[in-house]
């Protein structure tokens, strides 16, 4: 729940000066004194806010401190700039009226931080979002650019405004940010030519000294030595606190932040380097024919490189320091200018420069602040203003500032005195005529169009002849002499004849705060504010945007020989404006007080606020708020806030508020004139009334903090009596049970002792019986198995010993076979009866049995190969074994035979028409027919013979005609002769005697010779009458031709024709057969 409280809890001294009892200055000042020494630097005058400069910063403007006063009403907490900046917003955004907040004071009273102040808080509790927060950083970001351009340290304050500025800030129906507006009024231009002693030029000069990188130093040709610029003052070049070059960084950041462009921001820089040039150049005299000085520029470097910043042409500005050309009616007349008027044409360039740019820097500002939509928008106007300004020696700044603030003063009269009258209309109350001094009159006094001083001034001013500042301030004699506020020596009026604080050059105008006494020297030139046309016109010549924009009266298009407005004239335009926009906004005053001229914390010098406190018109303030009724509140937070002090509204009022704010009154007894009912307010006349009712509300709530006290004390200790009787017994009810728990425990222990001890005799007891048992079964039992065991063996010990051994052995060894058998089993061979391989033999006793299994397996394995041929293929298999008896490892050409089946019918001698004739004459099976060769003996040549071999004899016939040429019957071959070697030559050799000898032995040569042999060997020996022919193998051996017997000799070479064997005659008896190398 939100707690309410109210500006008067916790007061120091009085929050609201119109509760100040009894009021005088001294009370005043004493409230002020005793709140700032407090760290109260706020307070009110009804909803103005006195603000005095701490100079220090106070833990007052965080963000807890935003939240706090973010939407209290104004006189709930205690008085606080935000509280006025917060009611300021909420009557923007929720009822629609348009404010301005006026911040007025003296030089470093604080009214810049103040300006800040406010827009920050209004930036914290606005609206948020993307858009909103870019509207709001470009807003508060404006702020550095225009300080670094148009603040300077002054003797009263380091960081001093040297312009006057009004900023419009524009929000949407909900209360967002959409953009702002800022006037500037009146740059002290003169100090970019001089300042005065211990003070500075604009801070923007040191900051680009100081701050700019090399690089933008090489560009703006300058050095970052201050002492090489007249320009700029030497003494306090260096503030301390002030940090020029990061402040650089800053307003550089903050430009880009409102939206300057890389080459605008280098434009601006590139004139302010420009102006620190244009101090530097000097000028000499330089005599002419006619007697009369010229002046002439003195070392031109300054003035060439000025040229080259500005894209000028250096000629041009040179004759524009040196001549002056005055046009009249179509007549141009060029006069030269002395050394004097040269420097003041220097000077005046400067000004002008650096006031046009700064004019600009707004009017840039502007645009890329100002509201997009064009919706309606709310306004909230911040007005920080130069405060009013009296110092030993015033000029025309101070007086056109003091103007200013007298129209501000008279504005604020007007308000405060018309919000005052329809605050009382609106509430029904009479309204009573407040005696106030009115400044309207000092207003006229200035302003008047047919005799005010700024018209008799521009009045001097426009006028021909000769026109000097004596010759205005004669005319404010003669004109203004009979005007109250207005004293001079000179005047008609007498009485200030013998004023000896009066000046001759001098007059004063008794302004609403005070006297102030203005020298006149400089009126005239200071509102004339001339800068001769040549050099405007160079200036516009110039090959640089942004002069060329800022000095377009140097057209030479457009000459106009009209006089520019004076500088008078157009500051009372724009205060014009300024108060008749003022005018139709809500007013919210911030008046700055500051408290010492040290800039010093902690020091509140009496007189210096004292004069800040008249010349402020506080106490006016003041009083015109109390004229009528001092003090007002609505009903209901008078009635919550003292509803205690009658019993009947105490504790609860049922009825409306206003009823019970009367019940409370009457009951309270007080008089009636002290107070007025308003419709929604109750108006208290006196704040003697209002302390009265504090008072009875202090002690009554005292009365009621005892009360409250002494039930709490009551409720509290009946609490924890109750709480300690309950913890008593519980605590009681917990220490029975120990002490029970205790005692059956010990019982119980002692029974258990007990009983164990009985049943320990008891089981001892029974133990030792059944011991004794025992032991007798044992004995029984031990005897009867000794008995046994003895029977036992006596029976069987016969058996025991001799067999278990060998059942062992023979289960063991059943076991290992059973195990050999299935592992065996398991690890069988293939069938493939060329397979080696056999399982290893797991013990050794086994090796005999082992590889009589690998034999008759390996047996059974061939018998099973075998049992799958047919009969065929068994006789092909037992020639080819015969075959193998025969020459296997005997005859080099046997292997090359093993691979070629033995097809036997080589000529297919029944098929084959060609042999019909042969195979009719063969009355016989042919087992075997095909092409051999006949050995002549003669010459040891082959010829061609058909062999034909049947089961009784073998056949030669002629290979042509098939006839039989000779048939030998198998029992007249005696033997059969072949070579060791790779040759197919054979012998067929005949028993002697028999009747094939006749013709001799036969020597043939075949590729069959294998198988020839091989067949001729099976069929002899199948016939059972006879025994197998011979088959002799070796390298020689005897053929019988005819009567001759010839040997056969093989000999290993490399036969004629090619890989076969050839067979020579040697001699008669011999034969040589060469026969190919075996491979
Ligand atoms: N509320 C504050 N808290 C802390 N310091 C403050 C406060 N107000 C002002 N100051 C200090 O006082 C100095 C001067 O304040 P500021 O520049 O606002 O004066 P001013 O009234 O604007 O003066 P001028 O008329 O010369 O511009 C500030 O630089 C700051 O150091
Ligand atoms: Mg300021």
Request: glycine share 4%; aromatic share 10%; net charge positive.
């Amino acid at each position: 729940m939100e707690v309410k409280t109210s500006l008067l809890d916790n007061m120091i001294g009085v929050g609201d000066m119109v509760l100040l009892e009894p009021l005088s200055e001294d009370t005043f000042l004493e409230n002020l004194k005793n709140r700032f020494d407090h760290n109260e630097i706020y307070t009110y005058i009804g909803s103005v806010v006195i603000s005095i400069n701490p100079y220090r910063s106070l833990p007052i403007y965080t963000p807890e401190k935003v939240e706090e006063y973010r939407n209290r009403n104004f006189y709930e907490l205690s008085p606080h700039i935000y509280a006025l900046a917060d009611e300021a917003y909420r009557s923007l955004r929720d009822q629609d009226k348009d404010q301005c907040i006026l911040i007025t004071g003296e030089s470093g009273a604080g009214k810049t931080e103040a300006s800040k102040l406010v827009m920050s808080y209004v930036a914290a509790v606005c609206g948020k979002g993307q858009e909103v927060n870019k509207v709001k950083e470009q807003l508060l970001q404006s702020n550095p650019v225009l300080e670094a351009f148009g603040n300077a340290k002054t003797v009263r304050n380091d960081n001093s405004s040297r312009f006057g500025k009004y900023m419009d800030i524009e929000f949407d129906f909900k209360g967002d940010p959409l953009g702002g507006v800022i006037s500037n009024y009146l740059l002290e231009k003169s100090r970019v030519v001089k300042q005065p002693r211990g003070e500075r030029n604009f801070h923007i000069f040191y900051q680009l000294l100081s701050g700019a990188s090399d690089d933008t130093m090489k560009k703006l040709k300058l050095d970052r030595d201050f002492s090489k610029y007249n320009y700029l003052s030497l003494d306090s070049a260096v503030v301390s606190g002030l940090d020029d070059a990061a402040n650089f960084r800053t307003v550089r950041n903050a430009m880009q932040i409102v939206g300057f462009m890389e080459d605008e921001m280098l434009s601006v820089l590139e004139l302010v380097a420009a102006v620190l040039k244009l101090g530097n150049i000097e000028f000499k005299p330089e005599s002419r024919c006619n007697g009369i000085d010229e002046s002439r520029v003195k070392d031109k470097n300054d003035l060439k490189e000025m040229c080259e910043l500005l894209g000028t042409e250096q000629s041009v500005l040179e004759r524009a320091f040196s001549y002056r050309t005055v046009e009249a009616k179509m007549e141009k007349v060029s006069t030269t200018l002395n050394v004097a008027q040269a420097y003041y044409a220097r000077d005046a360039l400067a000004k002008n420069l650096y006031s046009r740019l700064f004019s600009w820097l707004i009017t840039r500002i502007n645009e890329s602040i100002r509201a997009q939509a064009k919706t309606r928008h709310k306004v909230m106007g911040v007005l920080d203003i130069y405060g009013f300004e009296i110092f030993e020696d015033n000029s025309f700044e101070q007086f056109i500032i003091n103007y200013c603030n007298e129209k501000l003063q008279q504005i604020f009269i007007e308000l405060t005195l018309r919000e005052e009258q329809e605050e009382y209309v609106r509430e029904g109350i009479e309204w009573t005529n407040i005696e106030y001094f009115n400044n309207a009159i000092i207003c006229d006094l200035i302003e008047n169009n047919q005799n005010g001083i700024l018209a008799m001034l521009d009045e001097e001013c426009l006028r021909p002849g000769t026109v000097t500042d004596e010759t205005f301030l004669d005319k404010l004699n003669t004109i203004c002499a009979e005007h109250q506020h207005f004293e001079s020596r000179l005047s008609k009026s007498s009485k200030f004849l013998t004023d000896h604080s009066l000046p001759h050059n001098c007059f004063r105008i008794q302004h609403y705060a005070g006297k102030v006494l203005y020298r006149v020297e400089g009126f005239v030139d200071k509102n004339n504010d001339l800068l001769y046309r040549d050099l405007s016109q160079a200036m516009y010549k110039a090959n640089h945007s942004l002069i060329k924009q800022l000095f377009p009266e140097g057209n030479p298009a457009k000459v106009n020989l009209k006089r520019p407005p004076t500088a008078g004239f157009q500051f009372k335009a724009s205060v014009g404006t300024l108060m008749s926009n003022l005018q139709t906004k809500n007013p919210n005053y911030i008046r700055c007080v500051k408290p010492n001229d040290k800039k010093a914390s902690h020091i509140f010098t009496d007189s210096l606020v004292r004069h800040q406190v008249h010349y402020l018109g506080l106490m006016e303030n003041v009083r015109v708020r109390r004229a009528g009724y001092a003090f007002r509140q609505a009903y209901e937070p008078c009635l919550e806030r003292y509803k205690m002090l009658c019993k009947k509204t105490w504790p609860h009022w049922r009825g409306p508020a206003r009823e019970g704010v009367e019940v409370l009154l009457t009951d309270l007894q007080v008089p009636t004139e002290e107070f007025a009912y308003g419709r929604s307010k109750i108006f208290i006349r006196n704040p003697r009334t209002l302390f009265f009712l504090e008072e009875k509300r202090k002690r009554c709530l005292e009365d009621l903090a005892t009360l409250i006290q002494k039930i709490y004390r009551g409720w509290k200790c009946r609490s924890q009596f109750l709480l300690l009787k309950k913890s008593q017994i519980v605590v009681a009810a917990w220490y029975r049970r120990y002490a029970q728990q205790k005692k059956y425990q010990k019982i119980k222990r002692a029974t258990t002792v007990v009983q164990s001890y009985a049943r320990g005799w008891q089981a001892r007891k029974l133990l030792r019986e059944l011991k004794y048992q025992k032991k007798c079964e044992q004995a029984v039992t031990t005897i009867s198995a000794y008995w046994h065991g003895t029977q036992v063996r006596r029976e069987y010990r016969k058996f025991f010993r001799a067999n278990a051994g060998k059942k062992i052995y023979n289960f063991t060894i059943q076991r290992i076979m059973q195990k050999y058998f299935l592992d065996l089993k398991r690890n069988m061979p293939s069938m493939s009866p060329i397979d080696k391989s056999w399982p290893a033999r797991p013990y050794l006793f086994l090796e005999g049995v082992h590889t009589e299994l690998k034999r008759i397996f390996h047996l059974w394995r061939c018998k099973k190969y075998r049992s799958q041929f047919t009969e065929d293929k068994k006789a092909v298999y037992e020639e080819k074994l015969k075959a193998s008896e025969l020459f296997k490892d005997k005859k080099a050409l046997y292997p090359s035979s093993v691979s070629q089946p033995f097809k036997g019918d080589y000529l297919e001698i029944s098929k084959n028409p060609k042999y019909q004739k042969l195979n009719n004459a063969v009355d016989e099976k042919v087992l075997l027919a095909d092409v051999v060769n006949k050995i002549n003996r003669a010459n040891g040549k082959g010829s061609p013979r058909l062999l034909l071999l049947t089961r009784r004899s073998v056949i030669l016939a002629d290979q042509k005609t098939g006839q039989v040429k000779a048939s030998v019957p198998l029992a007249d071959l005696a033997s059969v002769s072949v070579s060791t070697q790779m040759d197919g030559f054979f012998a067929l050799k005949l028993k002697e005697g028999s009747a094939s000898a006749v013709k001799g032995d036969f020597l043939l040569s075949s590729d069959h010779l294998i198988e020839i042999i091989t067949k001729l060997h099976r069929i002899s020996a199948s016939a059972a009458e006879r025994e197998p022919i011979n088959v002799d193998i070796s390298d020689e051996f005897l053929v019988q031709f005819k009567h001759d017997k010839v040997c056969v000799k093989f000999i290993q070479g490399s036969p004629k024709n090619g890989n076969s064997a050839s067979c020579k005659r040697k001699n008669n008896r011999l034969l040589e057969v060469s026969v190919p190398t075996s491979p």
